[in-house]
């Protein structure tokens, strides 16, 4: 019964992903929270907190830690927004562009191996079809 919910199944196959992932990313000090939002950022330079919270569905009181962190630790600097005053635009530091620019190689390799079943037409069907749910 269990195996005919979408739920149970992606359950199953979120917890093998994310074993892997924790493993991996325990390396470069990130969670997959702070992994997210570091790849949002590389890829979309200036971005607002509230940007972030929207797009990572995440309570603003909690990505407050999580940019303090990575703050703190040289990865991201705030500067000025260009076209809103009252917003502060969030971008990498070199040393946060180096070290995402590492992790996305390996979560692109752990990502390659945890799908190394599925054929490449059956992996975009997949992401598409997880992403009909959530958006």
């Known amino acids: 019964m269990l195996e005919t919910f979408v739920g149970y199944n992606a359950r199953r196959a979120w917890l093998v992903v994310t074993q ?17 939002v570091l790849s949002l950022l590389a890829h979309n330079p200036g971005a607002t907190s509230r940007q972030l919270c929207s797009t990572l569905d995440i309570l603003p009181p909690n ?5 303090a962190a990575m703050d703190s630790r040289g990865l991201i600097e705030r500067r000025p927004h260009p076209h809103d005053g009252r917003a502060i635009g969030l971008h990498l530091t070199p040393a946060g562009e180096a070290l995402i ?3 996305e190689r390996t979560v692109t390799q752990l990502e390659a191996e945890a799908s190394a ?6 992996r975009e069907t997949l992401i598409r079809l997880l992403q009909k749910i959530y958006r």
């Open 20 to 36: 892997v992932f924790a493993e991996r990313m325990a390396v470069y000090g990130l969670k997959q929270a702070d992994f997210s």
């Open 63 to 67: 990505l407050v830690n999580l940019i």
């Open 101 to 103: 620019r590492d992790a």
């Open 117 to 122: 079943r599925l054929t490449a037409r059956e």
